[in-house]
């Protein structure tokens, strides 16, 4: 079984950055890809980010896209996601999920594992 876990969240004013990261236990992270996704209050569950297993293809959601960034480390077992340019309606919480296969990578309901998720408020 693999256990996920996120970190980095936090307050921050908009503008700023914040780097999540999802760490891995009690199996191979390094062999699954990696989505991560956020909801905020009151809406569902939204697509942000994907890595697969060998960290040389990504896929970012367009409403990100040139603000965040995917990335790993096998060696680490580590996802991080870098947050630049952070703006209010990027307030969620957000969960790292993981699958064993790249196909399904946008889709929550297609992934295996998950964290508990991570809060991340930007104030305006």
């Known amino acids: 079984q693999v256990q996920l876990v996120e970190s980095g969240g936090g307050l921050v004013q908009a503008g700023g950055s914040l780097r999540l990261s999802c760490a891995a236990s009690g199996g191979i992270l390094s062999s699954l890809a990696v989505s991560w996704f956020r909801q905020a209050p009151g809406k569902g569950r939204e697509f942000v980010a994907a890595?697969?297993?060998?960290?040389?293809?990504?896929h970012h959601a367009d409403s990100v896209k040139g603000r965040f960034t995917i990335s790993r480390d096998n060696t680490k077992r580590t996802v991080d996601l870098q947050m630049n340019s952070l703006k209010s309606e990027d307030t969620a919480v957000y969960y790292c999920?993981?699958?064993?296969?790249?196909?399904?990578?946008?889709?929550?309901?297609?992934?295996?594992?998950w964290g508990k998720g991570t809060l991340v408020t930007v104030s305006s």
């Open positions: 890595v697969n297993w060998k960290g040389d293809i990504t």
């Open positions: 999920a993981a699958r064993g296969s790249w196909g399904g990578v946008m889709d929550p309901g297609a992934m295996d594992y």
